[in-house]
């Protein structure tokens, strides 16, 4: 008999064309394919199975350059009360390998820092998050990274939520400033983009997204719509796909819907325009209200 051939296609292959990636990873010039390459994203997330084989299928430690995933850190060893540290940022849920897989996809020739923040429930303190930026801030020049990304989200706000983060008292009674080392990290051109949140709101969005030199992103579908979940006010600018994203999970792939995973597509969009923009000798400058200010 006669049968239609039936085509499945990963998701992540549809949202690619959406933003342009796959153009600008085809884009060959300087002796370079413009794909993020010498450019790192530094992911705040539940870690990563970097012996994945879509992720290169090694861990660099902080020494092996070779490997895309090639350091990171763990802020909640333990994967309960995060009172143990250590080097290695496997993965506990999944979420972190999918963000990662939308990272590789969109700058293919960007490295990987993994900072596990959160525990097995997906629960991140704040003072372990607030560590988790600075350790991307004060790693930069080691592992060049340009770009923080973080798909995590709390408390709702309909406004700038600075002042609510630069001084809570932590467990142990220390002062954290989460809005301080987002904007330090700023200070030194690293792009902080951060999800709004999944309440489907259109008058709030979750912190720390809503801190002024966050880059807040949304969602969108693959129809060029505003995905009905995402939340955004007036503060927000800036959409990427986020609804079906097929991508790397702890065991193949798995397909998802969220701001979490919009987020790491504009990672990796400016892990690319960080590269572009090194060969021309010019810099991104991020600091200032919602993120962007400009191009040097």
């Not at 792939?253 to 960080?274: D, E, F, K, L, Q």
Request: proline content about 2%.
């Amino acid at each position: 008999k006669v049968s239609k051939i039936r085509v499945f296609q990963a998701t992540l292959q549809d949202s690619l064309p959406l933003i342009n990636a796959d153009d600008a990873n085809n884009l060959f010039t300087n002796n370079s394919y413009m794909n993020g390459t010498g450019q790192s994203v530094c992911i705040i997330d539940s870690g990563v199975n970097y012996s994945h084989s879509a992720l290169g299928g090694c861990y660099g430690n902080n020494t092996n350059f070779s490997c895309k995933i090639i350091g990171g850190y763990d802020f909640c060893a333990d994967d309960s009360d995060c009172l143990v540290r250590d080097f290695d940022p496997m993965d506990v849920g999944g979420h972190g390998t999918h963000v990662s897989g939308i990272v590789s996809g969109v700058a293919s020739g960007a490295k990987i820092i993994m900072i596990k923040a959160s525990n097995s429930t997906g629960a991140f303190y704040l003072d372990d998050l607030k560590n988790a930026v600075d350790w991307c801030t004060n790693n930069a020049s080691l592992f060049n990274i340009s770009v923080i990304s973080m798909s995590l989200g709390g408390e709702l706000y309909t406004s700038y939520c600075d002042s609510d983060y630069d001084g809570d008292l932590s467990v142990a009674g220390d002062v954290v400033n989460l809005t301080g080392s987002i904007n330090n990290a700023t200070a030194k051109n690293i792009s902080v983009v951060v999800a709004t949140g999944n309440d489907g709101s259109v008058t709030q969005m979750s912190s720390p997204a809503c801190i002024g030199n966050a880059i807040p992103v949304g969602a969108s579908t693959k129809s060029d719509e505003i995905a009905s979940y995402s939340n955004r006010n007036s503060l927000l600018s800036l959409v990427a796909p986020g609804s079906n994203i097929n991508s790397t999970w702890l065991s193949g792939y798995a397909g998802v819907s969220g701001t979490s995973m919009a987020t790491p597509h504009v990672a990796g969009a400016i892990a690319v325009m960080n590269q572009i923009l090194n060969l021309s000798g010019r810099t991104m400058n991020v600091k200032g209200t919602n993120g962007f200010e400009g191009i040097l």
